[in-house]
């Protein structure tokens, strides 16, 4: 049989999140989305996260410091990583919407965090701060193995995080944080940037990192 007669295989469907309009063509529902996915994306609740355990480690401005540093490689390194990759054009833009690019910025971003826990471990860090750095390296492993083949949400995976680990640390009073990650998920289901299945697998791995700082801490 000519070659010519074989059906060509079907193409492999992968979910593509579409561009985002730009903000003055938004409406009014998109803009709100786009404002909540920027305020509270994944490197800002860290940085926040890290802050607040910081603090409540020691009760002192000591532990605030200690979130401050842990915040440099988990956090601030990781936006510059990522910032650097948008100016070069490497990314799309600072959600990395496509799933293959969020890899390599995901690697560096690894080693920075791995760099974060050797040192604060081998300056003494408080408990909580060594056990919230550990939890979000494994988040972070976590995350970059699933992204590999499929694209999972990082924003839910750090605001779900984000809201189990403030409960272990605070109690119930900090319950109503959990419409942060209610915020995050409704915004990114808006901009269709991912399906609900992907928003509940985020939040699922977010939870591997608050079960690691509960052992830990």
Do not use: Y
Not at 7 to 12: I, K, S, Y
Not at 109 to 115: I, M, N
Not at 133 to 155: E, K, Y
Request: proline fraction near 7%; charged fraction near 5%.
């Amino acid at each position: 049989m000519s070659q010519d007669l074989v059906p060509p295989a079907e193409p492999h469907v992968t979910f593509s999140p579409p561009a985002p309009p730009a903000f003055a063509d938004c409406t009014p529902r998109q803009k709100a989305a786009r404002v909540l996915s920027d305020v509270l994306a994944p490197a800002n609740l860290v940085v926040a996260l890290l802050l607040l355990v910081g603090g409540h480690s020691t009760g002192s401005w000591a532990g605030l410091g200690w979130g401050l540093l842990a915040a440099l490689f988990c956090g601030v390194v990781p936006i510059g990583i990522i910032t650097v990759g948008v100016r070069r054009g490497a990314l799309t833009d600072q959600h990395i919407r496509v799933r293959r690019q969020r890899v390599a910025p995901m690697a560096l971003s690894l080693l920075s965090v791995l760099a974060g826990v050797a040192l604060l471990h081998l300056l003494g860090a408080p408990a909580q701060v060594f056990a919230l750095v550990v939890a979000m390296l494994v988040g972070l492993v976590s995350s970059l193995l699933v992204t590999v083949v499929w694209q999972i949400s990082i924003h839910m995976s750090v605001a779900g995080g984000t809201v189990m680990i403030l409960l272990l640390v605070f109690g119930p009073p900090v319950l109503p944080a959990a419409l942060v990650a209610a915020a995050v998920g409704w915004s990114r289901l808006v901009l269709r940037a991912h399906t609900p299945a992907q928003l509940l697998a985020g939040t699922a791995l977010g939870g591997t990192a608050a079960l690691t700082f509960a052992l830990l801490s």
